[in-house]
């Protein structure tokens, strides 16, 4: 069982940064393939970005926020980060945090565990 707390997300001005963290629970932090999402009103639940601790620890971003986003992990921390840079309006939405062991179930947004989420408001 993983339990995953998200936390840095408010409101920002166009233009703006913000970093998210996600805390997780558990002993095995770093054989999980971590990611975020985020949801916007009326919209879907779509994939911005994961990483892996194997394989050289790959990233990997939605093209939406490429460029402007970066995840990292701190595995001695259990805690993956979104940095995320040039905020605009429609980076608004509530960003999830995402654990599962096989990273192809977070790009298809099946991730086994999820966190309560964490509200970003860009203002125009």
């Known amino acids: 069982q993983v339990q995953l707390v998200e936390s840095g997300g408010g409101l920002v001005q166009a233009g703006g940064s913000l970093r998210l963290s996600c805390a997780a629970s558990?002993?095995?932090?770093?054989?999980?393939?971590m990611g975020w999402f985020r949801q916007a009103p009326g919209k879907e639940r779509e994939f911005v970005a994961a990483t892996i601790s194997w394989s050289g620890g790959s990233t990997y971003y939605a093209d939406s926020v490429k460029g402007r986003f970066t995840i990292s992990r701190d595995n001695a921390k259990n805690t993956v980060y979104l940095q995320m840079n040039s905020l605009n309006p429609e980076d608004g939405a509530v960003y999830y945090c995402?654990?599962?062991?096989?990273?192809?179930?977070?790009?298809?947004?099946?991730?086994?565990?999820w966190g309560q989420g964490t509200q970003v408001t860009v203002s125009s």
């Open positions: 995402a654990a599962s062991p096989e990273l192809v179930h977070l790009f298809r947004g099946e991730s086994d565990y």
């Open positions: 558990g002993r095995t932090f770093s054989s999980y393939a």
